[in-house]
């Protein structure tokens, strides 16, 4: 049950994270279409990943967590070019470390299941 919570949490956050990033997307330079299609294509395969949780579940979880470090990545070159201000990259950096909490614990409950049944 607990899992279920962290799973649904990690879905919400993760949405809102999206929402916050999209609307600062429409202020970068028309030089940068690379980087906002690569920060617009991991958005939709960090979803892709939660939903096809519910099959493999620690391999799409370990694939979430390799997305969003590539989204932390992306945010991070915004930031350093100056497309994203410091406040959004602080509201940014904590929508981040929720995440990622959460997927850890998911992770870790997963894997206490496994060495329970093993």
Not at 7 to 24: A, G, P, S
Not at 38 to 66: G, H, T, V, W
Not at 72 to 91: A, L, P, R
Request: proline letters at 2%; one cysteine or more; hydrophobic letters at 40%.
């Amino acid at each position: 049950m607990e899992e279920a919570k962290s799973k649904f949490r990690m879905l919400v956050v993760t949405e809102q994270l999206i929402d916050y990033v999209n609307n600062i997307l429409p202020d970068y330079p028309k030089k940068e279409v690379v980087l906002k299609q690569n920060i617009e294509k991991n958005q939709y395969e960090l979803i892709e990943n939660l939903f096809a949780y519910k099959r493999i579940k620690e391999k799409y979880i370990k694939d979430f967590l390799i997305k969003l470090a590539m989204y932390d990545y992306y945010i991070d070159i915004s930031y350093h070019k100056k497309y994203v201000s410091k406040h959004k990259m602080q509201c940014i950096i904590r929508m981040f470390m929720e995440i990622r909490k959460l997927a850890y614990g998911v992770l870790r409950g997963l894997q206490n299941v496994v060495s329970e049944n093993g």
